[in-house]
């Protein structure tokens, strides 16, 4: 099984609501990210938290980093339609080298 | 504008031939990656690089070739070796040579035919 995996598979949610996201992983980290990716189209860079940080703030989202349950989780505030999207977590794991472990992605829709 | 170039975005292969998919930066990255993406799931790494002319295997590197003479480019060779090529296929680049913010191009569907 991949080293992170979300939960859940796919969110359904009316705009304005909030969309929670987690992400569990196996094996210490260095940092654990957090990429959105529209349909087709390249994954974009949202949000990098240290394994010494415990909570991160961009804009409407929200990260936090549990070390000791080895969890993260992604909480998007007051959705929006653009913010349809697939959402992964990614692991840059001590042990791993210089390479980052993806999930397999929470599937976001976002009903006007 | 500064950026992650790749092409073509869709390409076919035919049984027994090896293409190659460009990725280009102008970002003066250090670092390079190549995933694949199969539908509904998530990255798989197959060679990174985090200098020129040095490169090392990902999770599942057989089937696939690179090679980095320049900074700016990391081409990916799918060789008939891969038996089961048909995927999305996503360059990245990050400044360092460590996977801190990574940065995508727009990938490559390869299929078949």
């Known amino acids: 099984s991949q080293q992170g995996e979300e939960d859940p598979q796919a969110l359904s949610i009316q705009e304005g609501e909030n969309a929670t996201m987690n992400c569990s992983y196996k094996?210490?980290?260095?940092?654990l990210q957090w990429y959105r990716q529209n349909s087709g189209r390249g994954l974009v860079h949202l949000i990098l938290i240290r394994s010494n940080e415990r909570e991160k703030h961009s804009g409407r989202l929200r990260v936090t980093l549990d070390t000791s349950k080895k969890s993260s989780s992604l909480l998007i505030t007051a959705s929006r339609a653009a913010d349809t999207a697939s959402y992964f977590c990614a692991t840059d794991v001590k042990a791993a080298g210089n390479k980052l472990t993806f999930g397999g992605g929470t599937r976001v829709l976002v009903k006007p | 504008d500064g950026g992650i170039t790749q092409s073509p975005k869709y390409l076919f292969r035919k049984e027994g031939q090896n293409v190659t998919l460009s990725c280009e930066q102008n970002l003066n990255h250090d670092a390079m990656y190549w995933y694949r993406q199969d539908p509904g799931q998530g990255l798989r790494l197959i060679y990174y690089s985090q200098i020129v002319n040095d490169f090392q295997k990902g999770d599942i590197a057989e089937g696939y070739s690179v090679s980095r003479e320049k900074k700016e480019s990391f081409p990916l060779t799918v060789t008939s070796a891969q038996k089961n090529p048909t995927a999305f296929y996503l360059c990245a680049s990050s400044i360092g040579t460590g996977p801190e913010k990574l940065f995508f191009g727009s990938g490559t569907q390869l299929s078949v035919l």
């Open positions: 094996t210490s980290i260095n940092n």
